[in-house]
């Protein structure tokens, strides 16, 4: 069965720039959740989407916006941007709506550097 | 909100010898903590967990403990491998959270 898919695997755009992140989950997921993995530190929640409606959003700026997909697949949008979104961006899947209800499987990831 | 501290940064250990990875959290209501290892490349992967009404858990090499009145939890790798060289992240949740709050990693060495 293939994981948790995500396109493309690097990515390098310049400031002000727009960008988009995609994913599909495991099979039979209907949750997908995002994050961002800064450089030596630990991941960051940025949204939750389950049965394609937002559960949860993190402390990132309105710059950052997603949507699910009728087929559960996710887009992550970010707009304006700045040095500082370079960064490895996750995506994971899940069966449950909560984090502690189901294990989340892990994409690779998209690696974007911003120039 | 939940803020998780993770030490070591960095752990060098001998082939064969133990790895233990220590972690504290904030939020006195988390009750799932999940242990992932990433590797080179890779998205992490979750290689243990434990709940709030077990105190230890192992599965083969790998245990994880709890203490919840101290609010810290650690992992323990023994016997370890080359194969167990990656960063570990450890993360908190409550049950009814959307996010998982990850502590900053510890990038784990093997020593041949």
């Known amino acids: 069965d293939a994981g948790v898919t995500q396109s493309p695997t690097h990515l390098i755009k310049t400031r002000g720039q727009h960008v988009t992140l995609r994913c599909s989950p495991i099979?039979?997921?209907?949750?997908v959740s995002w994050y961002q993995q800064v450089l030596g530190q630990g991941p960051q929640f940025i949204f939750q989407?389950?049965?394609?409606?937002?559960?949860g959003r993190g402390n990132f700026p309105d710059r950052f916006s997603a949507r699910q997909f009728p087929n559960y697949s996710s887009e992550l949008n970010v707009n304006a941007l700045l040095l500082g979104d370079s960064a490895l961006y996750l995506c994971?899947?899940?069966?449950?709506?909560?984090?502690?209800?189901?294990?989340?499987?892990f994409g690779q990831g998209t690696r974007l550097t911003v120039v | 909100g939940e803020n998780v501290e993770q030490h070591p940064s960095t752990l060098s250990v001998q082939e064969g010898d133990s790895a233990v990875i220590k972690c504290t959290y904030s939020?006195?209501?988390?009750?799932?903590f999940p242990w992932y290892k990433q590797e080179l490349g890779k998205g992490p992967q979750l290689i243990i967990d434990?709940?709030?009404?077990?105190g230890e858990k192992k599965d083969q090499r790998i245990a994880v403990t709890l203490n919840k009145t101290a609010k810290h939890f650690s992992l323990h790798i023994t016997e370890t491998q080359p194969e167990d060289s990656a960063v570990y992240f450890c993360?908190?949740?409550?049950?009814?959270?959307?996010?998982?709050?990850f502590g900053a990693g510890t990038t784990v060495t093997v020593r041949a």
């Open positions: 994971a899947s899940s069966l449950a709506v909560w984090v502690a209800g189901a294990e989340a499987f």
């Open positions: 099979s039979g997921h209907k949750s």
């Open positions: 989407y389950y049965e394609k409606e937002e559960r």
């Open positions: 939020d006195s209501a988390s009750n799932y």
């Open positions: 434990i709940r709030s009404n077990v």
């Open positions: 993360a908190a949740a409550r049950s009814n959270d959307y996010k998982l709050s």
